[in-house]
């Protein structure tokens, strides 16, 4: 079954404990994306990368690292995670063929007290 | 960068009835998708529709991209339709989808 997976689904930390947000894709997808879903706010792009070692900052970059080291990996990273970062975080893929859909994860719960 | 308006921010129905929501958007677009937020926050595909009309079932959606519009029809409505309701865009070269801000939808038994 073509499928993105995010893991874990849910995460309670605290400040300052490093932590990563896996994100793993089947369909041989180039772009892969990290979004921030916050109340009022919407859906924010983080980061992308258009292919294997190439990444690009989003909208909202600040406090989150990524690495694309393989295809079908996009990890996200939060070195020394805040509050302000508690949020619901999806990963995203698609093909860099412009007309086509992109397909999201399931979604990360993630809370940092 | 494109805006994104939908159309109504919340609607409620009772179970059986019909609705139509609406997404307007600024610019031309590659790529139109829209999506339902379950209770559990996971996002569901519902379309991927730059351009002319599909059905799904109870469900269909048609876009016309010259007058920069889409609308999703929910027929028959079922409680399980309760939901979030997002249209995303995308435009030019950049790969970011941009999101409306959502319709919310309360369906009562």
């Known amino acids: 079954e073509a499928q993105v997976t995010q893991n874990p689904r849910y995460l309670i930390t605290v400040t300052g404990k490093k932590l990563t947000v896996t994100c793993s894709q089947n369909?041989?997808?180039?772009?892969m994306s990290w979004y921030r879903q916050d109340p009022g706010l919407g859906l924010r792009q983080i980061y992308y990368?258009?292919?294997?070692?190439?990444?690009d900052k989003g909208d909202v970059p600040e406090g989150y690292k990524v690495s694309r080291k393989e295809k079908r990996n996009f990890p996200l990273i939060l070195e020394s995670p805040s509050p302000n970062q508690t949020s619901l975080y999806f990963c995203?893929?698609?093909?860099?063929?412009?007309?086509?859909?992109?397909?999201f994860g399931p979604g990360t719960r993630l809370t940092v007290l | 960068g494109i805006q994104v308006e939908q159309s109504p921010p919340d609607l409620i129905l009772q179970e059986g009835a019909n609705s139509t929501l609406r997404c307007n958007f600024s610019?031309?677009?590659?790529?139109l998708q829209w999506f339902h937020q379950n209770p559990w926050g996971q996002l569901i595909n519902l379309f991927y529709?730059?351009?002319g009309t599909k059905q799904n079932g109870r469900l269909s959606a048609t876009t016309v991209a010259t007058e920069r519009y889409s609308l999703l029809y929910i027929s028959s409505s079922q409680t399980t339709d309760s939901g979030v309701y997002f249209c995303?865009?995308?435009?030019?070269?950049?790969?970011?989808?941009?999101f409306g801000k959502g319709t919310l939808l309360t369906v009562n038994p």
């Open positions: 995203a893929s698609q093909t860099l063929d412009s007309y086509n859909e992109q397909f």
């Open positions: 369909m041989n997808h180039e772009y």
């Open positions: 990368s258009m292919n294997v070692e190439v990444t």
């Open positions: 610019d031309s677009v590659n790529n």
């Open positions: 529709i730059p351009s």
């Open positions: 995303a865009v995308r435009g030019g070269s950049n790969y970011k989808l941009t």
